[in-house]
């Protein structure tokens, strides 16, 4: 997907949710904490992990954030995610990847719990969104493990996308849950 001003990851990232709470709105609690087989998460683990990593997503936005507006360097509106994000973006799409042991779920949070906490989060991000919008983003960046140093635009971005592939996961777990 293609984005050319922070509002189109915002509005790309508030269709995917919507489409999350929309699937986990028919999920009952066995069904959340069933995992079956070959499947190493339960549905509720996959959320859990979800708010981690959107916690962990928000934290260092705020942290690139910070340094753009020291920077004091105005945005003029558009951001431009790299070709190699573009190319990373394109090679992980299709593959299985391991989560860092620091997103791993610990299994104790209920899926009422995880999704409170995705409230939680998303307030985060709203509430940093003007900023995000007004300076420019693209001297700063940090380490991601499979997309290498990236600015928060491209952290923002990838947030939607990971949203969208879990959800995905969620869809494929519940119709093996439900047959």
């Not at 508030?14 to 609690?29: C, N, P, Q, W, Y």
């Not at 610990?106 to 709203?126: C, H, I, P, Q, Y």
């Not at 947030?159 to 996961?169: A, F, I, S, V, Y």
Request: glycine share 4%; net charge negative.
């Amino acid at each position: 997907m293609k984005f050319d001003t922070i509002a189109d990851i915002y509005s790309a990232n508030r269709s995917v949710r919507e489409r999350l709470a929309g699937v986990l709105a028919t999920i009952k609690t066995d069904e959340a904490t069933a995992t079956p087989d070959s499947e190493s998460w339960s549905i509720q683990q996959i959320v859990e992990h979800l708010t981690m990593v959107e916690f962990g997503t928000a934290r260092i936005c705020t942290k690139l954030l910070n340094e753009a507006k020291q920077d004091g360097k105005l945005s003029n509106g558009r951001i431009e995610l790299s070709a190699l994000f573009a190319e990373r973006s394109e090679q992980v799409s299709t593959q299985r990847l391991e989560a860092p042991d620091r997103v791993h779920p610990t299994g104790d949070v209920s899926l009422m719990e995880a999704f409170e906490r995705m409230d939680a989060n998303k307030k985060l991000f709203d509430d940093m969104r003007p900023d995000l919008e007004r300076y420019d983003l693209s001297a700063h960046k940090f380490p991601h493990p499979y997309f290498g140093d990236i600015t928060a635009a491209e952290w923002l971005a990838i947030l939607g996308g990971h949203e969208l592939r879990h959800t995905k996961q969620i869809e494929k777990l519940l119709e093996k849950i439900r047959k």
